[in-house]
């Protein structure tokens, strides 16, 4: 029998294609963290500070080093200010906090927006002190008023503090003419609610707006036909989580 000579395969044949060695760069490290880890709303930024100047003034004491770099991670969480994607539908009106949806009823908006005292659907969501604190636009639309009003610190966690509770109502109103209002309220433990939202300012759906310090609690009234999309119980998300379509 004659042997049938066998052609050699290539090198490139026989290993397969070669790619290049994969390499994690300083800017690509520093990308992952930043999508990881969420940034610091300017707020928190005092509270971090003051828990790492304790850190480094008791760096001889172990005990006030610790108490202070826990200080400082504590509040960098509870100031977090994470990314948000607001949903690109027509008329969605998310959520303006993190939190668990404690109330859905009707009831009249705030006294002190003067928009008379027929009742709307009002859905009102709870944060722990876990929950990230920072408020977002629940629509677009222009701030068309702001009103502070003093009152307790009870739990916020109670029916009593959508009336009782200190206050910050924001009044939005939508390129279409609904409004829809966000109320801060301060809890038990929330002794500021910060605002930045002012008459005439224009914010888009999921923008970030205010927060309140340490444990509080958002109520947003919806326009008159609206119907909640959520339920009692369930968690929303600021920004993406949908209360409702506009009517």
């Given at each position: 029998m004659t042997a049938v000579a066998r052609r050699p395969r290539s090198p490139s044949a026989q290993e397969g294609p070669s790619y290049p060695e994969p390499t994690l760069s300083p800017q690509h490290l520093l990308a992952l963290v930043r999508t990881t880890v969420p940034p610091i709303h300017p707020a928190g930024r005092p509270?971090?500070?003051?828990?790492?100047?304790?850190?480094?003034?008791?760096?001889?004491?172990?005990?006030?080093?610790?108490?202070?770099?826990?200080?400082?991670?504590?509040?960098?969480?509870?100031?977090?200010?994470?990314?948000?994607?607001?949903p690109t539908r027509a008329g969605a009106i998310v959520a303006p906090a993190d939190g668990v949806i404690c109330v859905i009823d009707s009831a009249a908006p705030p006294a002190e927006?003067?928009?008379?005292?027929?009742?709307?659907?009002?859905?009102?969501?709870?944060?722990s002190i876990f929950d990230a604190h920072v408020q977002r636009s629940p629509v677009s639309g222009d701030v068309v008023a702001v009103q502070h009003r003093p009152g307790r610190f009870g739990s916020a966690d109670l029916a009593s503090a959508s009336d009782d509770n200190e206050r910050t109502s924001v009044r939005i109103r939508t390129p279409g003419g609904a409004e829809v209002v966000a109320v801060q309220i301060a809890g038990l433990v929330a002794r500021r609610i910060v605002c930045d939202a002012h008459v005439g300012d224009t914010l888009s759906i999921g923008d970030?707006?205010?927060?309140?310090?340490?444990?509080?609690?958002?109520?947003?009234?919806?326009?008159?036909?609206?119907?909640?999309?959520?339920?009692?119980?369930?968690?929303?998300?600021?920004?993406?989580?949908?209360?409702?379509?506009?009517?």
């Open positions: 509270f971090v500070a003051s828990g790492l100047a304790v850190a480094a003034a008791g760096y001889r004491s172990r005990w006030l080093r610790r108490a202070g770099l826990l200080t400082a991670g504590a509040c960098a969480g509870f100031f977090r200010h994470p990314s948000r994607v607001p927006l003067s928009m008379g005292s027929e009742p709307r659907p009002r859905v009102s969501i709870f944060l970030t707006y205010g927060l309140i310090r340490f444990g509080s609690r958002l109520d947003t009234y919806l326009p008159p036909g609206a119907e909640p999309a959520v339920r009692v119980g369930q968690r929303a998300i600021a920004g993406e989580t949908v209360l409702a379509d506009l009517p």
